[in-house]
């Protein structure tokens, strides 16, 4: 089948890859020529595990393509997606400026009947606002679909080419024949291709990252409670992670959620719940707590050095929202790396994919290292704010050579808190006892 898909970003590229990875003829249309002309030569843009592989083996195969013609990218595709920036806008709810915009213009290319297909995480009631953009200048027919995204970052391509279940929501027997033949051998192992209207697909994709961000929000109220009462969050969530009906996964407790989908998600489902006249008031809750979260560290930090961290320097370990990708956005490191500097210290971070995109953002405001036993070079403490696989099991004796005193403040639960406590240091993570 012939495709487009328009935006090449995270989903938009790992979207192309997967479906011309099945045989189909993909063009990528993005209007970010540098980004287009890198994938063109064969230079992949995101950091994604697995993809690099995939995108050249289609690039060099012929079925994956990149413009920035919007009119030549869909000239001949049968369906089109649309993976476009849903950002929020200033009152929180989600900008459809890209969506619609491009909906527009593509109304006015429409030479056949094309299927669209909105991939990007938005409101109730766009694929009816596509659909009329589209038909104020569009003379033939057209389906529009709702169909989310649900691939994590970090496992994309897995997620991708192995999905948990698909949605697709649309009131056409045409596209949902077409949409049914696209997905087949993705779902070759039964897991279901769910049908379903637009509207409800459209809610389906936030309430599920609304459910996984309350699941951390509820953890994170869990493990401040630990501390308050003298608990450990690690045997409370195994206790009750072995029911079923809770169910072992995201129940980690940590420095808050971060990214580019549950922050503005969580928030964009708080604004349509506004305007559809219902207080969903557990959202309210689940934001309010991850605010609260992001700091955690820091007020365990000040305690340690005793109220002030004027001519302290920190080590920082991890910088990307999630281990796995190089996706900074609404990272809780930025969170700490700003109040750090602005309590008068000095940070100098390690992470083995994200410290470009950093450092695009905060400068020469820190200091980077080559490796992550360098950053450790005379600091007062190891602060460690994502829970990538090599900081899991690191050389303990590097980490004494390099650090000025035994001290690490770690917000992603990394080590075993007997073992670290037996090595002589202090120790002080989230929902579990501070060690020496
Ligand atoms: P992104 O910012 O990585 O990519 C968006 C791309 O669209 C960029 O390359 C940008 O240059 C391009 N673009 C902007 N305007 C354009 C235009 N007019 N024409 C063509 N290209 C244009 O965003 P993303 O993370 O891929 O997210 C896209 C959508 O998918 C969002 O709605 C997001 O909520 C949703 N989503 C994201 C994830 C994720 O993990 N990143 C997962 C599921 C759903």
Redesign the pocket.
């Not at 249309?29 to 970010?32: H, L, S």
């Given at each position: 089948m012939k495709i487009a898909v328009?935006?090449?970003?995270?989903?938009?590229l790992v979207t192309g890859t997967c479906f011309a990875e099945t045989g189909n003829e993909v063009i990528c249309?993005?209007?970010?020529q540098k980004?287009v002309d890198k994938l063109t030569n064969g230079e992949i843009t995101?950091y994604e595990p697995g993809l690099e592989k995939l995108f050249l083996r289609n690039l060099k195969e012929g079925r994956l393509k990149f413009t920035t013609d919007?009119a030549a990218g869909i000239e001949e595709a049968k369906i089109v997606f649309l993976?476009?920036?849903?950002p929020p806008g200033e009152d929180g709810s989600?900008d459809l400026k890209?969506v619609l915009?491009?909906a527009d213009h593509i109304g006015r290319l429409l030479t056949d009947y094309k299927v669209l297909v909105d991939?990007?995480?938005?409101p109730v009631g766009t694929a009816e606002k596509v659909y009329e953009s589209v038909a104020r200048n569009a003379k033939v027919p057209f389906d529009v679909v709702s169909n989310?995204?649900?691939?994590?970052?970090g496992v994309?391509v897995d997620d991708f080419m192995k999905p948990d279940r698909v949605v697709i929501g649309t009131s056409s027997d045409r596209a949902r024949k077409l949409m049914g033949e696209l997905y087949a051998p993705f779902v070759r192992s039964g897991n279901p291709v769910i049908y379903m209207d637009e509207r409800s697909a459209e809610l389906t994709?936030y309430a599920a990252n609304s459910f996984l961000a309350t699941k951390i929000s509820f953890m994170n109220e869990i493990a401040q409670l630990c501390e308050k009462l003298d608990a450990d969050v690690d045997m409370v969530r195994l206790g009750i992670g072995s029911d079923d009906r809770i169910g072992k996964r995201f129940l980690f407790p940590g420095i808050g959620y971060g990214?580019?989908?549950f922050p503005?998600?969580v928030q964009a489902l708080a604004k349509s719940s506004d305007e559809a006249g219902y207080d969903f008031r557990i959202l309210d809750a689940v934001m309010q707590v991850n605010e609260i979260q992001k700091l955690h560290l820091l007020p365990k930090i000040l305690r340690y050095f005793s109220g002030n961290l004027q001519g302290r320097h920190f080590a920082l370990w991890g910088l990307a929202f999630k281990p796995n990708t190089d996706?900074i956005r609404e990272a809780p490191a930025l969170y700490i790396i700003d109040a750090l500097l602005e309590a008068g210290a000095t940070v100098t971070a390690f992470d083995p994919e994200a410290m470009k995109n950093v450092q695009q953002v905060v400068g020469d405001k820190i200091k980077f290292a080559e490796n992550q036993y360098e950053a450790l070079k005379g600091a007062d403490a190891l602060i460690i704010a994502t829970e990538w696989n090599e900081f899991r099991t690191p050389d303990f004796l590097k980490i004494v050579s390099n650090l000025k005193k035994k001290v690490i403040f770690d917000g992603r639960n990394l080590f075993d808190i007997r073992a670290i406590g037996e090595l002589g240091f202090h120790y002080e993570s989230i929902g579990r006892r501070p060690v020496n």
């Open positions: 328009v935006g090449t970003g995270y989903v938009g249309v993005d209007i970010d980004k995101i919007l993976a476009l920036p849903t989600a890209y915009g491009v991939k990007s995480t938005v989310p995204e649900f691939l994590r970052e994309a994709k990214g580019s989908c503005k998600d996706d």
